[in-house]
């Protein structure tokens, strides 16, 4: 075939690509062909073109059925264990918790007790978190080789906190083949968990360190109903402000700010919304009767509500409405009139429009099937952030890797599957860690970030390493026996700082760089402290930039080379500019070490006295927020926090 006879198209995956990898702004172009097209590389196709049922999404499904043992049955105090059979498992998982809140080493040790004895008699779940016991070496030897089949064992038998767990030890492995297939079984199920109509509010992981240092400015939003804010919010809605209403409801039902789920209240506060005219309560009512959440399952209250928000000027009702439309529930199938909807929500700033578009050109329902024009609306939704488009995008990527052989697209599917994955059910866990941190049981918070760690959160790292770096003894990290020592704290904390470094986090890549720099672990390493500095300095970190200037300028673990060094200075000050006098000082000695060797030694010596490690050096930046504090160092050495550069 002929390149002329190939048409292309071209993904345009800044937004999302940004988001997924910490990359700098590029395009990836991915070339398909008609042949390719029409031999249905895309997998989302089907015998039946007029087949509905998995139009859009798979049936929702609740929280407990997409996460078979999941820990919020402990975690929040009104669930209750609807299984007999699980009770065993609960009551040893909610032993473990208890043994971290407590520093109780020997109730931790029943707990695994426990949990082993349930693993070894076929329990998917309690093999879920023996695979994290053995992978923690909580109370037994760390053992990876042991960690993966209990993981594996559960896998096999459904349960997706360990797929997710398994998917992150693929990529790490670069085994990116069996990663898509693990993160594509996950996004799946987490798409069941989405709205219909538009984007979920998300409980966003949160970061819950700034650098060093704790957040604070961050943290004072997520008190929960203690909150003034919410306080605020609450009075406003009982006197009877309908917008108050449906925010109040929208805490309660999406478990916001720090507030516990409570579908009652949620309904509740959407029903006296609704009364007074609010149409997005009428909306939100409508998919919650669609879905049956809290609840008892009512298609035609469902179409009712949307109607009323639609009216009522909403145009992104008109998604729920056109949903209804192509499945036929609570009112007749009319193809026609989906279309009309989709169409009239697309001309708005609502991306779930788009999305729907897609899926009647991607299915041919009510219109020629058209894989290029799905595509192209599915682009539109994903670079809005809607995650169903971005899962439509991977299985097409997915689909287009496997035709062409090609490792990238694999990686870069792996990649589009792990983001949606991880708006699952089980992302819950970084609502219960940050409930428990703000409580002040550390340990607590420390065991759930170290859970979610597992999965492959990038912040739960995060915070799991600040945790260990910041609270030593009363983050009550375990061991085989007793307590961590510091020096395996220190290495927990470097495995962790690692494991969020190669998922963009330029903070942990400094803290790794550093690691191999002063050769705390297995000796100084200055090729690969450079490494990590490079990657953080990718990330635009000027303090990496510093530090690369540093290595070239006294040729430790790069070239000796005074004009690179010169160079990574000056981006180091086009990048933080308010750090001028250190950098200043650090490009004046490199000047004099240039022009005047004979002396530069003694100058050295006196622009280093000018400035002192203790005095700049406060605080380490948050990625791209840098901070004088963070820049400040002795002219003579680069930035690091644990000990100085030797000259």
Same mark, same amino acid.
């Given at each position: 075939?002929?390149?002329?006879?190939?048409?292309?198209?071209?993904?345009?995956?800044?937004?999302?690509?940004?988001?997924?990898?910490?990359?700098?702004?590029?395009?990836?172009?991915?070339?398909?062909?008609?042949?390719?097209?029409?031999?249905?590389?895309?997998?989302?196709?089907?015998?039946?073109?007029?087949?509905?049922?998995?139009?859009?999404?798979?049936?929702?499904?609740?929280?407990?059925?997409?996460?078979?043992?999941?820990?919020?049955?402990?975690?929040?105090?009104?669930?209750?264990?609807?299984?007999?059979?699980?009770?065993?498992?609960?009551?040893?998982?909610?032993?473990?918790?208890?043994?971290?809140?407590?520093?109780?080493?020997?109730?931790?040790?029943?707990?695994?007790?426990?949990?082993?004895?349930?693993?070894?008699?076929?329990?998917?779940?309690?093999?879920?978190?023996?695979?994290?016991?053995?992978?923690?070496?909580?109370?037994?030897?760390?053992?990876?080789?042991?960690?993966?089949?209990?993981?594996?064992?559960?896998?096999?038998?459904?349960?997706?906190?360990?797929?997710?767990?398994?998917?992150?030890?693929?990529?790490?492995?670069?085994?990116?083949?069996?990663?898509?297939?693990?993160?594509?079984?996950?996004?799946?199920?987490?798409?069941?968990?989405?709205?219909?109509?538009?984007?979920?509010?998300?409980?966003?992981?949160?970061?819950?360190?700034?650098?060093?240092?704790?957040?604070?400015?961050?943290?004072?939003?997520?008190?929960?109903?203690?909150?003034?804010?919410?306080?605020?919010?609450?009075?406003?809605?009982?006197?009877?402000?309908?917008?108050?209403?449906?925010?109040?409801?929208?805490?309660?039902?999406?478990?916001?700010?720090?507030?516990?789920?409570?579908?009652?209240?949620?309904?509740?506060?959407?029903?006296?919304?609704?009364?007074?005219?609010?149409?997005?309560?009428?909306?939100?009512?409508?998919?919650?009767?669609?879905?049956?959440?809290?609840?008892?399952?009512?298609?035609?209250?469902?179409?009712?509500?949307?109607?009323?928000?639609?009216?009522?000027?909403?145009?992104?009702?008109?998604?729920?409405?056109?949903?209804?439309?192509?499945?036929?529930?609570?009112?007749?199938?009319?193809?026609?009139?989906?279309?009309?909807?989709?169409?009239?929500?697309?001309?708005?700033?609502?991306?779930?429009?788009?999305?729907?578009?897609?899926?009647?050109?991607?299915?041919?329902?009510?219109?020629?099937?058209?894989?290029?024009?799905?595509?192209?609306?599915?682009?539109?939704?994903?670079?809005?952030?809607?995650?169903?488009?971005?899962?439509?995008?991977?299985?097409?990527?997915?689909?287009?890797?496997?035709?062409?052989?090609?490792?990238?697209?694999?990686?870069?599917?792996?990649?589009?599957?792990?983001?949606?994955?991880?708006?699952?059910?089980?992302?819950?866990?970084?609502?219960?860690?940050?409930?428990?941190?703000?409580?002040?049981?550390?340990?607590?918070?420390?065991?759930?970030?170290?859970?979610?760690?597992?999965?492959?959160?990038?912040?739960?790292?995060?915070?799991?390493?600040?945790?260990?770096?910041?609270?030593?003894?009363?983050?009550?990290?375990?061991?085989?026996?007793?307590?961590?020592? $510091?020096?395996?704290?220190?290495?927990?904390?470097?495995?962790?700082?690692?494991?969020?470094?190669?998922?963009?986090?330029?903070?942990?890549?400094?803290?790794?760089?550093?690691?191999?720099?002063?050769?705390?672990?297995?000796?100084?390493?200055?090729?690969?402290?450079?490494?990590?500095?490079?990657?953080?300095?990718?990330?635009?970190?000027?303090? $990496?930039?510093?530090?690369?200037?540093?290595?070239?300028?006294?040729?430790?673990?790069?070239?000796?080379?005074?004009?690179?060094?010169?160079?990574?200075?000056?981006?180091?000050?086009?990048?933080?500019?308010?750090?001028?006098?250190?950098?200043?000082?650090?490009?004046?000695?490199?000047?004099?070490?240039?022009?005047?060797?004979?002396?530069?030694?003694?100058?050295?010596?006196?622009?280093?006295?000018?400035?002192?490690?203790?005095?700049?050096?406060?605080?380490?930046?948050?990625?791209?927020?840098?901070?004088?504090?963070?820049?400040?160092?002795?002219?003579?050495?680069?930035?690091?926090?644990?000990?100085?550069?030797?000259?």
């Amino acid at each position: 075939m002929s390149v002329l006879s190939h048409k292309i198209i071209a993904f345009s995956l800044l937004t999302f690509l940004l988001y997924i990898h910490r990359l700098h702004a590029q395009h990836f172009i991915l070339n398909f062909s008609d042949e390719d097209f029409h031999n249905g590389f895309d997998n989302n196709s089907t015998e039946d073109d007029s087949n509905t049922d998995n139009f859009g999404q798979t049936e929702s499904k609740s929280d407990q059925d997409l996460d078979p043992g999941s820990w919020r049955s402990i975690l929040e105090l009104d669930d209750l264990v609807v299984n007999p059979a699980l009770t065993l498992y609960y009551s040893s998982l909610k032993k473990m918790v208890l043994a971290v809140s407590k520093g109780n080493i020997s109730l931790m040790e029943e707990a695994v007790t426990q949990l082993n004895a349930s693993a070894s008699a076929g329990d998917p779940h309690a093999q879920s978190v023996m695979g994290f016991v053995y992978g923690m070496g909580m109370t037994l030897e760390t053992n990876g080789d042991k960690s993966f089949l209990q993981h594996h064992f559960s896998a096999e038998r459904g349960n997706m906190q360990s797929k997710m767990a398994l998917a992150f030890r693929y990529i790490q492995l670069d085994m990116y083949d069996k990663a898509v297939q693990l993160y594509a079984e996950v996004a799946e199920a987490a798409v069941s968990s989405f709205l219909i109509s538009k984007d979920s509010p998300m409980v966003v992981p949160l970061r819950i360190h700034r650098g060093a240092e704790e957040d604070k400015d961050v943290l004072r939003r997520f008190r929960g109903e203690d909150g003034e804010d919410f306080k605020m919010l609450e009075y406003q809605a009982q006197i009877g402000h309908p917008s108050a209403m449906y925010r109040t409801g929208l805490f309660y039902y999406f478990s916001l700010r720090g507030l516990r789920h409570d579908h009652a209240k949620a309904v509740y506060w959407f029903s006296k919304a609704a009364e007074k005219g609010e149409p997005r309560s009428m909306e939100i009512l409508g998919e919650i009767y669609a879905r049956g959440t809290g609840v008892e399952r009512n298609y035609t209250k469902a179409f009712e509500c949307l109607t009323l928000a639609a009216e009522g000027g909403l145009d992104s009702a008109f998604t729920g409405l056109g949903y209804l439309y192509v499945k036929g529930y609570g009112v007749d199938k009319n193809y026609a009139k989906a279309r009309e909807c989709f169409e009239k929500v697309s001309d708005s700033v609502d991306p779930s429009g788009m999305y729907y578009l897609g899926m009647l050109y991607l299915k041919g329902i009510g219109v020629k099937r058209d894989v290029k024009k799905a595509t192209k609306y599915f682009l539109v939704a994903s670079n809005a952030g809607l995650p169903k488009a971005m899962y439509q995008i991977a299985k097409m990527v997915h689909a287009g890797a496997e035709l062409k052989k090609n490792p990238n697209m694999l990686k870069l599917a792996a990649a589009f599957y792990k983001s949606v994955a991880e708006r699952g059910p089980w992302n819950s866990l970084s609502r219960w860690a940050l409930e428990a941190y703000m409580k002040g049981d550390v340990g607590k918070a420390f065991i759930l970030y170290s859970r979610m760690s597992e999965l492959g959160y990038e912040v739960a790292q995060s915070n799991a390493a600040w945790i260990l770096d910041k609270y030593g003894e009363r983050s009550m990290c375990m061991g085989v026996s007793e307590f961590c020592t $510091a020096k395996e704290r220190k290495e927990r904390a470097h495995a962790l700082w690692w494991r969020a470094s190669k998922q963009g986090n330029d903070y942990a890549a400094l803290l790794v760089g550093d690691a191999y720099y002063h050769g705390r672990g297995n000796g100084r390493d200055f090729v690969r402290a450079a490494e990590a500095y490079m990657y953080a300095k990718s990330q635009l970190n000027a303090q $990496a930039m510093f530090n690369l200037g540093y290595m070239h300028e006294y040729g430790q673990g790069l070239s000796f080379d005074l004009n690179l060094a010169k160079s990574y200075y000056n981006q180091a000050f086009e990048n933080e500019p308010v750090s001028r006098l250190p950098i200043m000082l650090a490009l004046a000695r490199l000047w004099v070490r240039r022009n005047y060797a004979d002396i530069s030694i003694m100058v050295t010596l006196l622009l280093a006295s000018l400035v002192t490690v203790r005095h700049l050096r406060t605080k380490r930046p948050q990625r791209r927020e840098v901070t004088v504090d963070s820049i400040g160092a002795d002219a003579t050495q680069p930035l690091v926090e644990y000990a100085d550069f030797p000259n």
